[in-house]
Nanobody
């Protein structure tokens, strides 16, 4: 069974930095993309950033130039470095894993439980 463990959320002042981590564990799967999405109260979940197994990256417009996503393929871990944070970055950040299950050969998707990020003004 594939599992995700998120860490790194918390409270930070505007202009500050936080780093999120998400590690995938389990057997018999291959990762083809990992990333972060966020959801503010009363809002829809939105893309923050994703990274593919080939290290291609994609960012939401609101975080470009401030956030950086990276991954350690051997550890099946993705990191999100968030700099120059703004109050509008506040929300619950969810890790997302897209993978192929070796046993079924099916493409699947898994979400983490979410980690809360609060940016105070």
């Amino acid at each position: 069974q594939v599992q995700l463990v998120e860490s790194g959320g918390g409270l930070v002042q505007a202009g500050g930095s936080l780093r999120l981590s998400c590690a995938a564990s389990g057997s018999s799967f291959s990762t083809f993309a990992m990333g972060w999405y966020r959801q503010a109260p009363g809002e829809q979940r939105e893309l923050v950033a994703t990274v593919s197994s080939g290290d291609g990256t994609n960012y939401g417009d609101s975080v470009k130039g401030r956030f950086t996503i990276s991954s350690d393929h051997a550890k099946k871990t993705v990191y999100l470095q968030m700099n120059n944070m703004k109050p509008e970055d506040t929300g619950t950040y969810y890790c997302n894993l897209k993978f192929v299950d070796w046993e079924t050969a099916k493409h699947s998707e898994l979400w983490g439980q979410g980690t809360l990020v609060t940016v105070s003004s």
